[in-house]
């Protein structure tokens, strides 16, 4: 399988655990991720399909903070298949399902129509594994800042974030029990 496609559209779940003293319960992640390649030498490349164009060069400073937000998602991917997320296919024995290569395709640009952008995890299995674990340090965060906006039970304090693949937008309405004439403009 390597060199091929491995899954596409593949749901993947995994629990991520919480502090006890934090009050907060274990955190469900739960992502479909759009492809999986399995790569020549061992590991698989997380695909990742965007419309429009990759973003263009600005200051290094705004292209280091468009490509950290651009690859948190494939992170978050790469996080639940080192926790056992997905669920293996027979055909897939003796490859080892670690991300090896972060693959962004923007299908509206580039003189093919694609642009490839990539980030390669560190090689070193003690870095990746302080990687994996900062994207879940991040994550559980998150959780808390929600969890603490839900306790305050103050819909108006509960603002969205900007992560396209984020449903808190949806949840709010659920969350607090608001019907379409309460929630604010």
Not at 80 to 90: D, H, I, Q, T
Not at 160 to 175: T, W, Y
Request: glycine share 10%; proline share 8%.
């Amino acid at each position: 399988p390597h060199g091929e496609p491995l899954a596409h559209e593949a749901w993947m779940r995994a629990q991520l655990p919480t502090e006890p003293a934090s009050g907060l319960p274990a955190l469900e992640l739960v992502g479909k991720v759009d492809r999986l390649d399995g790569l020549p030498g061992g590991g698989v490349a997380i695909v990742d399909y965007k419309t429009g164009k990759a973003p263009r060069a600005y200051s290094a400073a705004t292209d280091a903070q468009i490509r950290r937000r651009s690859f948190f998602q494939l992170r978050c991917y790469a996080l639940l298949l080192a926790r056992g997320g997905l669920r293996a296919s027979p055909h897939w024995e003796g490859l080892e399902l670690r991300a090896r290569r972060l693959r962004l395709l923007y299908l509206g640009g580039g003189s093919a129509g694609v642009d490839v952008v990539e980030e390669l995890p560190p090689p070193d299995s003690g870095e990746y594994e302080a990687e994996l674990a900062q994207t879940e340090a991040e994550l559980v965060a998150l959780w808390g800042e929600i969890a603490s906006l839900v306790r305050r039970g103050d819909p108006r304090a509960f603002e969205p974030c900007s992560r396209k693949f984020c449903s808190c937008h949806e949840l709010r309405p659920i969350v607090f029990q608001e019907s379409r004439s309460q929630r604010p403009a």
